[in-house]
């Protein structure tokens, strides 16, 4: 479901979203609803999980085909994302107990595509989503966890999607953070240290556009980097000069060139990762009529 969802995002961007039909999409997606848990598995058969949950979604909101979901299936998506999370407002990929920021995206993103977002869910999970700020301003996977720029975008995100992020503390030291993972070659990295890495392209300039910080970096060796990343022969994206391609770096890397205006790619959304079209079908939290 994951790579259904890169590779069709990839399409997306590039004008190209009806190479696959789309009710043969809409089927697919479908027919990995989970009877048991309620929630999307990452192919038909397989159990639910938050993170083939908001891959689903994202599929289905692209294509604008939330609505074909029957009432009984919305429910009970609904419910699965709700009861992932726990007590302290953390949530879990499904039911063996995993931890994760991501999650937490996960289930912010997916409620709010289907327009569940709602307080009782929303202020716990954004006080444990601060909690997992560190010192350098940047964000782990757990509270106490090393920052990560991964990590980073997904706290964002659950901020900028519920109309948090004036509460972010330590803000200014986080955007510099950010600027300090571009490297000699343009590239960016997660963490320092690290080498560049062609998806790290998405996390750090998505968050800094986020922050309204996106010149902090040199924009321009960051597209060469990525274009540098290109096989010639097959047209895919790698993580790195010289190393295979594959759909995962390909999307990031075509989704970070998008942030930066390049060509005529269409316009993504950098808190949604989809394209601002269909990002503008999602209401805004929270919503005016609850």
Known sequence: MNALYWGLGTLFILHHEHEFPRDEVVQFVKSCIDPVSGGFGASPNHDGHMLSTLSALQVLHMHNAIDELTIDERNRVIEFIKSNQLPDGSFQGDEFGEVDTRFVYNAMHALAILGELSPDIVDKAVNWTLKCQNFDGAFGMVPGAESHAAQT??????????????????????????????????????????????????????????????????????????????????????????????????FFGIAALSLLNYDSLVEIDPIYCMPKSATQRIKVYPYNDH
């Open 153 to 250: 975008f997904t706290c964002l995100g659950v901020l900028a999607i519920t109309n948090k992020l004036h509460l972010l503390p330590k803000r200014e030291l986080l955007e510099w953070w950010l600027a300090d993972r571009q490297v000699q070659s343009g590239g960016l990295n997660g963490r320092p240290e690290k080498l560049p890495d062609v998806c790290y392209s998405w996390w750090v300039l998505s968050s800094l556009a986020m922050l309204g910080k996106l010149h902090y970096v040199d924009l321009e060796r960051v597209k060469q980097f990525v274009l540098s990343c290109q096989d010639p022969s097959k047209g895919g994206i790698s993580d790195r000069v010289g190393k295979e391609v594959d759909v995962y770096h390909t």
